[in-house]
Nanobody
Framework: QVQLVESGGGFVQAGGSLRLSCAASGSIFSINAMGWYRQAPGKQRELVAIITSGGSTNYADSVKGRFTISRDNAKNTVYLQMNSLEPEDTAVYRC??????????WGKGTQVTVSS
């Protein structure tokens, strides 16, 4: 079995920064793509950023230039550096990883709240 555990969420004022981490653990063979998704109250879940095992990235238009996704394959960890945060970024952020053999898994999520 494998699991994902997020950390780094919190409360920040507009214009501030936060760094989210998501660590994978368990009997891991390899991890393909890893990504961050978010869901605000009353809204559908949306992709924020994704990174392949080779390091290719893709971002939602709303976060381009402000957020950076990265990963440390040796630590089986993916990060999301969030700068210039806006109240519209307030949401529960969840990590997703596509594990070889096991398939996609989700973390439980971490709350990010940005005040105006």
């Amino acid at each position: 079995q494998v699991q994902l555990v997020e950390s780094g969420g919190g409360f920040v004022q507009a214009g501030g920064s936060l760094r989210l981490s998501c660590a994978a653990s368990g009997s891991i063979f390899s991890i393909n793509a890893m990504g961050w998704y978010r869901q605000a109250p009353g809204k559908q879940r949306e992709l924020v950023a994704i990174i392949t095992s080779g390091g290719s990235t893709n971002y939602a238009d709303s976060v381009k230039g402000r957020f950076t996704i990265s990963r440390d394959n040796a630590k089986n960890t993916v990060y999301l550096q969030m700068n210039s945060l806006e109240p519209e970024d307030t949401a529960v952020y969840r990590c997703n990883a596509d594990f070889a053999y096991y398939g996609p898994y989700w973390g439980k999520g971490t709350q990010v709240t940005v005040s105006s």
